[in-house]
């Protein structure tokens, strides 16, 4: 596969700060990908703009508009379809993806979470890390199966929680690191250089 062959798709609901870390990988030549698409369930995502200024497509499907979830997903799958996506990778994307779209995208789907996984797993989890009192916390990029936050693990990283943290000034130290570890995780699926067995997955050397 040559540099840009690897297409991936962009699933976002907000700010869009590791979209852009991802676009940014690409443009200096860290990551060998290209983004296909950039799909938003809120057209009011500062993500579709971020998109759009580099002359991504970016697209807004708004739940309202589908009878149920199970369509909602449906027309999404087919928006990834449609442009023969390799991976889809959620960025701040805050709904919780059906059965059937993941078995559609079956090991084709990673996303990246602001916890240590499996701790704190769901919704506002740097708050969560406080109230528990953990001394460390970091993110998690993982694959997506059924079980929320609960896919294999790609790539995690370390960050301290200081006495004086509250959840935005954890949350942004955490978030230093998910720019760094999501492309990463990214490069290594281009690369080929993941091998998952029961739910570990070990890294190899490139084959690509
Ligand atoms: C990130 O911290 C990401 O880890 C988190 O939402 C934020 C999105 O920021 N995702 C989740 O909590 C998913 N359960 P961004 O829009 O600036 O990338």
Redesign the pocket.
């Known amino acids: 596969m040559t540099s840009g062959d690897f297409k991936i798709g962009i699933l976002?609901?907000?700010?869009?700060?590791?979209?852009q870390a991802i676009m940014d990988a690409i443009e200096n030549g860290e990551l060998n990908a290209r983004i296909a698409v950039v799909l938003s369930n809120k057209k009011e995502a500062p993500?579709l703009e971020r998109a759009r200024k580099k002359n991504i497509e970016a697209v807004t499907l708004n739940p309202k508009s589908y009878a149920d979830k199970k369509e909602f997903d449906l027309a999404l799958a087919k928006e990834l379809e449609d442009r023969q996506i390799d991976l889809v990778c959620?960025?701040?994307?805050?709904r919780i993806l059906g059965p059937e779209f993941i078995q559609k995208f079956k090991g084709k789907i990673i996303?990246?979470?602001?916890s240590l996984l499996p701790a704190f797993p769901?919704?506002d989890?740097q708050q969560k890390a406080i109230d528990y009192g953990v001394k460390f916390s970091g993110?998690t990029v993982h694959f997506v199966n059924e079980e929320v936050?609960g896919g294999p693990i790609i790539l995690q990283a370390v960050v301290p929680v200081h006495e004086s943290d509250d959840a935005e000034s954890l949350?942004q130290r955490?978030?230093i690191q998910?720019h760094l570890i999501y492309p990463r995780a990214i490069q290594m699926i281009v690369e080929n250089r993941l091998h998952i067995e029961n739910r570990k997955v070990s890294y190899k050397e490139s084959v690509s």
Do not use: F, K, Q, W
């Not at 959620?90 to 805050?94: K, R, T």
């Open positions: 976002v609901s907000g700010r869009g700060t590791n979209l993500a959620l960025a701040g994307y805050m996303n990246i979470h602001p769901g919704l989890v993110c936050d949350a955490i978030l998910e």
